[in-house]
């Protein structure tokens, strides 16, 4: 039964938010970050807004409150506000997540890092099934994994209306499957993702530690693949390290192709700049401020994009031109990072669980000792560029087989112990990595 007292008009409701959130701010940071946003749906006291992905984090994080203020000012239900998907509503058909149309491949600026990787997206997209199947992109967050993957669902719904193309998360579609098992509509749920043509699925590491969603998820995947259907897939690691995922689900990652997506170099992040000035209409006051912003962030186009929205949003709110001197003032000079230490994170974690060094890389299969080792083990190979047999080295000389299982048991842990999870939190906070600044 529908919620009466819901917004009828959902669009309508929010417009009127917007403008009661107009008159509490600037109107330039009206302008820059409360008018892009959209309501898309809401579901009990919870609206929920889609935003510019490089504006999401910021807004969410500065506006959240704010705007949680004004719909209690509007004496109806909601009164709280998600940036997040909505979880899908029990016996509804649910939405793929809107493909952003501005994640084209002509409008990916292709560099040394990624010129392979978009060869082969923009192969799949030509020759879905003939190419590479699957194809599977991996690397660092914001490097344009997404904007491959929507590249191609675009280019194919554009070129190839009559194939059925659906793109989506790992965590939308975790989402969907426990949505469908409560609402006992599984059988919808497969159809939904096993009668089409072209399925493309966006950071699987996300479907670790998830045994039930693994086991469809490794039944979808075998039904697509024998039918001849074109599966394309995204994680921030190749699939050999995707260490708790079903060995057969890594396994048949890799029947295809694998390709790397790496940092952009200097040339293509200056490419890049250079057209996201141009689209968003700035002017730029001298002809090395971008040089300097680029010179200054070199670890992702994300983070590449943010940087620029906040100097833009700083010349707007200080009436100031967009020049090397407001970026070198916005944005910290880049700082080379010097390797994480083994003896620190060794001994953080030691500390921590109230043992010795000695204890933790030692031979004791005790409790205490056993966990701290399993996740000084974690820490290590996620802080580190150490392969699996040099961790083992400096654990006592362990071999690859027992660093791998300490690394799939306490990430198969964190998803249900919170106290494990809040150390491991506390230890990445807690070890310092030493920075050089550049001269």
């Known amino acids: 039964m529908p919620d009466d007292s819901l917004p009828p008009d959902l669009d309508a409701f929010w417009r009127a938010t917007q403008e009661r959130l107009r008159a509490s701010v600037p109107e330039s940071t009206f302008r820059l970050w409360l008018e892009p946003l959209e309501a898309v749906a809401a579901e009990g006291e919870t609206l929920f807004l889609a935003a510019p992905e490089n504006k999401r984090a910021w807004t969410e994080r500065r506006y959240s409150s704010l705007i949680a203020e004004a719909l209690r000012g509007a004496d109806g239900v909601l009164e709280q506000v998600s940036f997040a998907e909505p979880s899908l509503l029990e016996g509804s058909a649910g939405h793929d997540p809107d493909l952003n149309p501005n ?29 590479y199947n699957p194809l599977f992109l991996h690397g660092p967050p914001g490097l344009g ?48 993702y096993r009668d089409i043509d072209v399925l493309l699925i966006d950071d699987v590491q996300f479907l670790q530690g998830k045994p039930a969603t693994e086991e469809e998820f490794f039944h979808t995947f075998n039904a697509l ?72 962030i070199d670890a992702n186009v994300r983070k590449l994009h943010g940087a620029l929205t906040r100097v833009i949003a700083h010349a707007s709110l200080m009436g100031r031109p967009l020049s090397s001197e407001l970026i070198s003032e916005v944005i910290p000079r880049h700082r080379r990072r010097e390797p994480t230490s083994v003896e620190e994170i060794q001994q953080r974690v030691a500390e921590l669980f109230g043992i010795s060094r000695a204890e933790l890389v030692g031979s004791s299969r005790a409790a205490t000792p056993l966990r701290a080792r399993q996740v000084a083990i974690f820490l290590t190979r996620d802080l580190t560029d150490l392969s699996l047999p040099q961790i083992g080295r400096l654990y006592g000389g362990r071999d690859h087989t027992t660093v791998l299982n300490s690394l799939r048991r306490v990430e198969a842990s964190l998803a249900e112990d919170s106290e494990l999870a809040e150390k491991v939190r506390e230890l990445r906070g807690a070890i310092h990595n030493p920075v050089t600044e550049e001269r």
């Open 145 to 192: 994994k997404t904007h491959l993957l929507a590249a191609i669902a675009n280019y194919l719904r554009d070129n190839a209306p009559g194939l059925r193309v659906r793109y989506t998360t790992a965590e939308s579609f975790t989402n969907e499957f426990v949505a469908a098992l409560k609402a006992k509509g599984s059988d919808a749920f497969k159809v939904r």
């Open 225 to 296: 693949y024998e039918s001849g259907s074109q599966l394309v897939l995204s994680a921030d690691r190749i699939p050999s390290e995707l260490s708790t995922l079903a060995a057969r689900l890594r396994d048949r990652f890799e029947w295809g192709l694998t390709v790397a997506v790496e940092p952009p170099n200097l040339a293509t992040r200056l490419t890049v700049l250079r057209r996201l000035v141009e689209e968003a209409g700035v002017e730029i006051a001298d002809t090395d401020a971008l040089a300097e912003l680029a010179n200054r």
């Open 103 to 131: 994640y084209t491949f002509e409008r990916f600026v292709i560099g040394p890092g990624n010129r392979l990787a978009h060869g082969a997206a923009l192969a799949v997209a030509e020759a879905p099934s003939e190419a």
